[in-house]
Every structure is written in structure tokens, then in C-alpha cells.
């Protein structure tokens, strides 16, 4: 585009596509020699995933050092898909974690096996 001393033009951009995924994004438009950007929002954010953790199986009780499988059903109770880490806690340290991908309204069975229980006897919590 060529333009002479002191001109101007408005310039637009028409159907461009935007991210599948809401969101915050930054996005703008440049010259060789300047630019200016804006934040536009994907989507309304309170409407995006939400993943809530039901049904939770593991054992009460178990021998020190044995290993356990605990298992529970995790639910997108948002409008959009999404991935969140889904960890497993045992007296507050994190000591498994995965990523669960899930559609809005998805659920899916998520397990940690053969997760080492501490040597020493006690009461601990885990989750």
C-alpha cells in the first residue's frame, strides 16, 4: 500500500476466524513502522469449562507401603471443552497427575494404580 506524505486510510479485515477455545487474546494490526493491539474475549469466560470431581473410590484403610488404586468421575459441568490437570493428593503433596480432556456436559472415569502408601503407619489424607 502506498500512500503519500500525511495520508491516511482505513484498512479493515472481514471474516477472520477466531480461536474454537474462549479466552482472552490479544490481537492488532501493523505496519512496517507502527502498530496498535487489542484484547478481545473468546466467548464469556463464566461459560467456559468447569470440572467437578464426584464419586471418589479409595480404600479407608490399607497396610503401610502397599500400593492403592484410587478412582473417581470427572465432569465438564461447563458450556465449553477443555483440559485441566486432574491431580491425585496424598497428605497435601500431589503425588500423581493427568490431563483430562472433556466436552462441555462430558464425564469420564479418571484413575491413579499402584500409588505407594507411606511406610510409617498413621491416619493420612488423600484425595
Not at 469466560?45 to 470431581?53: E, I, S
Amino acid at each position: 500500500m502506498t500512500r503519500g506524505a500525511g495520508a491516511s486510510e482505513s484498512v479493515g479485515f472481514e471474516n477472520v476466524t477466531l480461536p474454537s477455545e474462549p479466552g482472552e487474546y490479544e490481537h492488532g494490526i501493523f505496519t512496517e513502522d507502527d502498530g496498535q493491539t487489542a484484547t478481545i474475549v473468546v466467548g464469556d469466560p463464566a461459560d467456559g469449562p468447569t470440572f467437578t470431581v464426584s464419586d471418589l473410590s479409595a480404600p479407608a484403610e490399607a497396610e503401610p507401603g502397599a500400593a492403592i488404586d484410587v478412582n473417581a468421575t470427572v465432569t465438564n459441568d461447563g458450556d465449553a471443552n477443555g483440559t485441566q490437570v486432574v491431580e491425585f493428593v496424598f497428605n497435601d503433596s500431589v503425588v500423581a497427575s493427568q490431563n483430562v480432556t472433556l466436552g462441555a456436559g462430558a464425564s469420564e472415569s479418571v484413575g491413579f494404580e499402584n500409588v505407594t502408601l507411606p511406610s510409617e503407619p498413621g491416619e493420612y489424607e488423600h484425595g
